[in-house]
């Protein structure tokens, strides 16, 4: 079974950075795609970006292009994502999710709440 441990949120300043963990154990995840997602309270999901676990390839969305970078520790089953230049409209529950590459994300974890201040 797919385990996805998020971990590194808490209160920032606007302007700041944090980053975020994903500890991903229970699979060899060669074949997966790691994402990262937010939900902000009272709107729906919203996808930030993501890693190809094989060739470490990324997307991002538009809204965090340049400020946020995913990356990953082979060795360690660890997603990361460093977010940097941070604002109040950043503020959500961050998400780490699974998949097999090409399928929908049917792993998800407990997610982590970021907070950025003006």
């Known amino acids: 079974q797919v385990q996805l441990v998020e971990s590194g949120g808490g209160l920032v300043q606007a302007g700041g950075s944090l980053k975020l963990s994903c500890a991903a154990s229970?699979?060899?995840?060669?074949?997966?795609?790691m994402g990262w997602f937010r939900q902000a309270a009272g709107k729906g999901r919203e996808f930030v970006g993501h890693i190809n676990w094989s060739t470490g390839s990324t997307a991002y969305a538009d809204s965090v292009k340049g400020r946020f970078t995913i990356s990953k520790d082979n060795a360690k089953n660890t997603v990361f994502l460093q977010m940097n230049s941070l604002k109040p409209e950043d503020t959500a529950v961050y998400y780490c999710?699974?998949?097999?590459?090409?399928?929908?994300?049917?792993?998800w974890g407990q997610g982590t709440q970021v907070t950025v201040s003006s």
């Open positions: 229970g699979r060899t995840f060669s074949r997966y795609t």
């Open positions: 999710a699974a998949t097999v590459t090409g399928t929908p994300y049917n792993y």
